[in-house]
């Protein structure tokens, strides 16, 4: 027979149970997404470039030819050419550019560490032997060729990307189908319809926005360093537009691997000058007066949750795992606000702690 403290232990121990499968859930996801992430990595990219495609084609449909528009299955298959395209050789580029400057690395490395001791000299300083000694750890053959080989790897993974992106958008067509099966109940499939329709929202508006952000950046890098002279300016104005998407400190690194490289490289203080101060204007002005005016509050994520994130799916999936972070915390943060029991996650993640209801 329950006596009347085991009633008031009943609703904590149900919490501590509930805690507890919690817990599990999430040790046991982190483990899986660990142990498959060659599986989950090709489609989790399959689904942002799909998504990348279908930005495509509606700018494609926009075209038109006299009072004729582009039929939707046309201008899906002209993106799905032109994204898979353009990434399939933008890559290549990378790691070709990654392989020359491994190649003149040394000679690089050698310059930075003359420019060090001149600089030493010239203030009258005795040159600490630490940095010294770090300087000459860093090995910048090393670095660009692991680019490289991390470039050559995503490149063999491009064609099971694109054989994902395929079947994922052949599959969408049954998707409203098989929402139906799922869920019967009227409002229950209403709740979920816009649970999705604003996961996809969002994304679009990330992905779509980030991308063009990151390209114009990239491309007015790139007319910067080659008006300098700047050696390997492809290289640097591709890896400039990858970096952006990295939050907040992939920023700080393309700004710092040209600016080195223009320090090493040129005899004078002015092409350094130019190529720092004009890099990191640019990416300034992109980053917090564009990108925020045209993205806005919809994505709604903390700095801190940014941050948090990155370092959570960088230890998951590497380098991957911290360029997906943003949009894979995007879905994270509407699915969590939408179920009491996670909406704190949500709370907590968000830039405001502001939640948006679901009806809206």
């Known amino acids: 027979m329950l006596t009347d403290q085991d009633v008031r232990r009943a609703p904590d121990q149900r919490r501590l149970i509930s805690v507890a499968l919690t817990l599990g859930i999430v040790i046991s996801c982190f483990f899986v997404l660990s142990y498959a992430k060659h599986i989950f990595i090709p489609l989790v990219m399959a689904v942002l470039a799909v998504y990348l495609i279908e930005i495509v084609a509606r700018l494609i449909r926009k075209i038109r030819i006299g009072k004729y528009q582009v039929p939707i299955t046309i201008s899906l298959v002209l993106s799905f050419f032109l994204i898979f395209g353009v990434s399939f050789a933008l890559l290549d580029i990378i790691v070709q550019n990654a392989f020359h400057v491994a190649a003149v690395a040394p000679k690089y490395q050698s310059r930075l560490l003359q420019l060090q001791t001149e600089f030493f000299a010239r203030a009258g300083i005795e040159e600490p032997r ?68 604003r996961i996809d929202h969002d994304v679009h508006t990330y992905l779509g926005v980030k991308t063009a952000v990151s390209f114009t950046t990239g491309v007015l890098a790139y007319i910067l360093m080659r008006s300098v002279g700047l050696d390997f300016a492809e290289f640097w104005a591709l890896l400039i537009f990858l970096l952006h998407f990295l939050p907040t400190i992939g920023v700080v690194i393309a700004a710092i691997l040209p600016s080195v490289l223009a320090a090493v490289q040129f005899d004078s203080l002015g092409p350094f000058l130019a190529v720092s101060i004009g890099i990191t204007a640019i990416a300034q002005f992109m980053g917090n007066i564009v990108e925020p005016n045209l993205v806005g509050e919809s994505l709604n994520l903390s700095p801190l949750g940014v941050i948090v994130a990155l370092i959570v799916w960088g230890s998951l999936w590497g380098i991957v795992g911290a360029f997906l972070c943003v949009p894979l915390t995007v879905i994270m943060v509407i699915v969590m606000a939408n179920f009491q029991s996670t909406r704190w996650v949500a709370v907590l993640l968000s830039k405001t702690g502001e939640i948006r209801p679901l009806n809206q």
Do not use: C, H
């Open 130 to 197: 630490e940095l010294r000694q770090m300087l000459r750890t860093i090995d910048f053959r090393s670095a660009a060729t692991s680019v490289a080989r991390a470039g050559a790897a995503i490149l063999e993974d491009v064609i099971l990307v694109a054989i994902y992106g395929v079947f994922i958008m052949l599959e969408r067509r049954f998707f409203a189908k098989k929402l139906d099966a799922m869920l019967p109940d009227f409002d229950q499939k209403n709740k979920a319809l816009i649970l999705l329709r």
